[in-house]
C-alpha cells in the first residue's frame, strides 16, 4: 500500500524542483523529506531520484508514479467535494488570488457580488504573481487563481491544474497628449520604431509581449527606461520620456496628459482562470467562475 503522506512528498519535488524547496514548503526539514522519499523508493522496490550534478532528478519510475499522483490528487477534490454536507450551496471560505490588475477589476468585484448573494460565503483576496498562484494552488492553500499565461508556466495539458481561459487583454500604445500619434483611433506600432521606450522589466512576462508585438512590426524597441507599475510607466510617458505598450485593464492615474491609442494587429496577453484539477465543481468556485464569466467582457470595452 502506498503512503499517500510520502507520495505528496514526491509531488512536492516535482513542483519546487529540488528537495530542499519542497521540503520548506510542506515544513520539513531536507533530511526528513529525503527519508520519506527513500521509504517510498523501499516500499515500492524502485528508485526515484537520481544524482545530476550537485542535485538530483526523477528518474523515469518516479515520473510514471506522478501521472497517478496527479490523477489521484484530482479525484481527492472530487471525493471532499462529494462528501460535503453543503453539495450545490457556496458557504465557507474561499480563496483566491491573482496579478494585481486582476484583483482591481475582476476579483475585488467578484468578492463583493458573491458575498451579497451567498451570505454564508466568506471571500479572501490575495494579490500574487503567476508562479506563487500556482504554488498557492498547488499546496491547497488557494482556491482559484487569475494568472497570465506564459511561456514558463505549466503547460495546458498539465494534471495538477484545470486552466481555462478568461480573456483577452489588448496592449495600447500610450503616448503624451500632444504626440503626433495621439490623434489617430489605430495605429500601426511600426509607426513608433524611432520612438524611445518605457518597457516592463526583463523578467516581466508583459516585456515578452511588448518585444514580440514590436518584432512582429518590423522593429526592435529603443528602451530607455524600464518600470515595474503601470503607473510609473503612464507618468513616464506623461513626462514625455517615451512612449509604451499598457494593458487596457491596467487603471492608469486619473488626469494624466496621456493618451491611449488601439493597435492594429490587437497584441495583447492572455489571462486564464486556474484550480487544482477536480476543483471547478466546488460550489463556491463554481459560483466565483460565474461571477467571473459576466464581468470579464466588461472589464476590457
Aim: with cysteine.
Amino acid at each position: 500500500m502506498i503512503d499517500l503522506r510520502r507520495l505528496r512528498v514526491l509531488r512536492a519535488v516535482a513542483h519546487y524542483g529540488t528537495v530542499t524547496a519542497a521540503a520548506h514548503a510542506l515544513h520539513f526539514t531536507p533530511s526528513a523529506a529525503s527519508q520519506q522519499i527513500h521509504q517510498l523508493a523501499r516500499d515500492l522496490g524502485v528508485d526515484l531520484l537520481e544524482p545530476q550534478g550537485r542535485g538530483v532528478r526523477l528518474t523515469p519510475a518516479a515520473e510514471s508514479l506522478l501521472t497517478h499522483a496527479d490523477a489521484i490528487a484530482a479525484r481527492w477534490e472530487l471525493a471532499e467535494l462529494d462528501l460535503r454536507a453543503d453539495h450545490g450551496d457556496p458557504t465557507g471560505p474561499l480563496r483566491v488570488t491573482g496579478l494585481a490588475v486582476a484583483v482591481l477589476v475582476l476579483l475585488a468585484p467578484m468578492a463583493a457580488r458573491l458575498q451579497r448573494r451567498h451570505r454564508r460565503l466568506s471571500v479572501h483576496i490575495q494579490e500574487t504573481g503567476v508562479p506563487e498562484s500556482f504554488d498557492l494552488l498547488f499546496a491547497g492553500e488557494t482556491d482559484l487563481a487569475i494568472v497570465e499565461a506564459t511561456p514558463h508556466s505549466p503547460p495546458l495539458g498539465d494534471a495538477r491544474f484545470d486552466q481555462q481561459p478568461l480573456l483577452d487583454d489588448p496592449f495600447d500604445l500610450v503616448v503624451p497628449d500632444d504626440h503626433p500619434l495621439a490623434g489617430r483611433a489605430l495605429v500601426d506600432l511600426a509607426d513608433a520604431a524611432h520612438e524611445e521606450w518605457v518597457a516592463p522589466m526583463p523578467e516581466s512576462p508583459c516585456r515578452t509581449h511588448m518585444m514580440s508585438a514590436c518584432g512582429k512590426a518590423g522593429f526592435s524597441p529603443d528602451v530607455v527606461h524600464h518600470a515595474i507599475d503601470w503607473n510609473v510607466t503612464a507618468h513616464l510617458v506623461a513626462n514625455r520620456l517615451g512612449v509604451a505598450l499598457i494593458p487596457r485593464l491596467a487603471h492608469l492615474t486619473p488626469h494624466l496628459p496621456i493618451t491611449r491609442v488601439r493597435c492594429t494587429g490587437n497584441p495583447h496577453r492572455k489571462l486564464l482562470t486556474v484550480t487544482r484539477r477536480g476543483g471547478r465543481e466546488r460550489p463556491a468556485v463554481a459560483a466565483a467562475l460565474e461571477e467571473l464569466r459576466e464581468l470579464a467582457p466588461h472589464a476590457v470595452a
